[in-house]
């Protein structure tokens, strides 16, 4: 019975106690009854709390994004997180474009110079699709964890303590106005009473959200040495992409000669998927062992001498700049060689366009 009413007694208490606020609360927003003001260090401090906590949702989200950009996937990937079990081992969609790569080169044929080449393409792939996942491990355990702590730990306690330092506020403020209202020196003085007891209770609490705030800094901070992991990672992760397609460019950097030697037996269609022609020609001055395997003798020739030749376009080339010719498939064009111009370019001449072109996609004529 005691046990009763003494929990009577609380929640009889507690629903003063909201009833009191929910008052204090309402009169404030009407304006009909005044607000204990936060000092405008305390202030500040809220502020930059909430603003690192928008900015870093939107970071965190938009890094999941860049890591798994399938949807599905991070939706799967959540659903067994919150399981508390390991989500089952999928192909990324480097590996899987590799995989065909490799399936489709063995179907042509491993002999032939398409097939070969998907075959070399799709390990590269693979390779690549491996440099992701380890991206993605080192990224969600030096990065996106360490963010995610923040929300969903430090913020919860700043946000929980900030909402009761918002309550004590309200017990002040309606403390004070109830001593404004005593008439009698009897209820003036428990009134008294009461404004100090919530004054106190108000500055304490304000001082632990204080304290609590002012740990922003430190994890400015601590984000800072994340973001240097995130970037390492990255960096990491590009510089092995690159070195993979660098050995992968030269690999196919003798498939042009051969096509050529093979151009009676072949489609007049232009192969584009042995590679790309505008990377093929942006790499060429710096890959001379690439350009130097296809440089036929006819073209060493025309290079030694004053003369002109035509040739006909294996690809299509789009001009990087005003100085190249832009080429298409199939046509015929007239070349020759300057003096002092880069061994992997001829100048180039289409009826009164002329510029120049690289030697990688042309067969010269007799």
Known sequence: MNIMD????KLAADAGTFL????????????QAEKTELDAHLENLLSKAECTKQWTEKIMKQTEVLLQPNPNARIEELFYEKLDRKAPSRMNNPELLGQYMIDAGNEFGPGTAYG???IKCGETQKQIGTADRELIQTSAINFLTPLRNFIEGDYKTITKERKLLQNKRLDL??????????????ARAASEQEVRITQSEFDR??????????GISSTHAHHLRCLNDFVEAQMTYYAQCYKYMLDLQKQLG????TFLSNNNQSSSAPV??????????????????????VVTSGISELKSSSGSRKARVLYDYDAANSSELSLLADEVITVYSIPGMDSDWLMGERGNQKGKVPITYLELLN
């Not at 042995?274 to 062992?289: D, G, K, M, Q, W």
């Open 173 to 186: 403020d309606a403390a004070k106005t109830r001593l404004k209202k005593a008439k009698v020196a009897e």
């Open 272 to 293: 584009q998927s042995v590679s790309t022609p505008s990377v093929l020609a942006s790499a060429s001055a710096s890959l001379p062992s690439v350009s130097n395997s």
């Open 20 to 31: 009191s606020r929910a008052v204090q609360f309402t009169e404030e927003k009407l304006g």
């Open 6 to 9: 003494f929990n009577m007694k």
């Open 205 to 214: 609490q304000a001082e632990i959200t204080r304290l609590l705030l002012e």
């Open 116 to 118: 070969n080449a998907l």
């Open 254 to 257: 003798s498939f042009p000669s």
